[in-house]
């Protein structure tokens, strides 16, 4: 009885985090995409990384910060360091006081952090009207099912709400977001940018990039990780092979009735 009582409370809670879920609006559950990282022997793809950064810094840059993510980190998806000093350059970073005390500011060095499009939390809400865009360097990682989630919701906006649904004024339709009202606005249009290898700029092409380029912000050591794990799977294999044949040749002389005591 208190096994059937233990399961009925555990179905009642369930039933109720689900009614829950649906009451606070949850997103709908994000588009399956086939993605080079995935799996034990996933890599990242570097073409698409670097069109993702493309993407990032055309368009996300705008309003979207990269707290965690330091230009010379583009060296690991194939930039070299005079790219990365120039990348670098493009952009102001604050700098040391003057002899007076007065803030200065320099051209970003390799080593600094992407730097934020608004001064302070309250500028980038002035800035849109009244919403935070959220930094994008975990964002992958901070969502279930990130890399689908963030695709999912770049080209899952609609052009109008269903009928019936009250979609408050400044916001948007999208089904993958909570609510499914977002403040930001479409972000990706075909053509919107032209990608520096030629590839055309399609909004889905355009979203895969950046969801590739936004993982590997998010999980940097991806790859070591999954190589490091394919060693350990290996040394474990070579390792139960070496203890089963040590067990067959200790075991052998009792399995043929042989006596260890005798000479």
């Known amino acids: ?29 994000p588009l399956q995409v086939e993605w080079s990282f995935d799996g034990p022997f996933g890599k990242f793809d570097r073409a698409s990384a670097q069109r993702g950064w493309q993407v990032y810094k055309q368009v ?13 980190n583009l060296a690991e998806i194939g930039y070299d360091e005079d ?25 970003a060095l390799p080593q ?14 002035a800035s849109n009207g009244g919403a935070l865009p959220p930094d994008l360097s975990l964002m992958v990682k901070a969502r279930h099912d990130g890399a689908n989630y ?18 408050t004024d400044g916001k948007y339709y999208n089904e993958y977001f909570k609510g499914a009202q977002i ?10 940018i032209d990608y520096e290898d030629g590839t055309e700029a399609s909004a889905d092409q355009m979203a895969k990039d950046v969801v590739m380029f936004l993982t590997y912000v998010s999980e940097p050591s991806l790859e070591k990780r999954h190589q ?24 052998k002389p009792v399995k043929e009735g042989k006596n260890f005591y005798e000479d």
Not at 151 to 156: A, D, E, I
Request: net charge neutral; glycine share 6%.
């Open 60 to 72: 996300c840059a705008a309003c979207h910060s990269l707290k965690y993510f330091r230009f010379r």
């Open 83 to 107: 790219m990365i000093k120039a990348f670098a350059a493009e952009y102001e970073v604050a700098g040391d006081v003057d002899d007076f005390g007065d803030p200065t500011t320099r051209n």
């Open 1 to 29: 009885m208190k096994m059937i009582k233990n399961i009925t409370v555990a179905l009642t809670v369930g039933v109720a985090v689900s009614i829950s879920a649906m009451a606070a609006g949850a997103g709908k559950h």
């Open 228 to 251: 490091m794990g394919i060693k350990v799977l290996l040394f474990l294999l070579m390792l139960t092979i070496l203890l089963y044949m040590s067990m067959k040749k200790i075991w």
């Open 183 to 192: 403040s930001m606005a479409p972000p990706l249009f075909a053509g919107s």
């Open 112 to 125: 600094d952090v992407f730097p934020s499009p608004f001064a302070n939390d309250n500028a980038a809400r």
């Open 150 to 167: 963030v695709y999912s919701l770049l080209t899952g906006y609609e052009d109008s709400a269903p009928a019936g649904f009250d979609l």
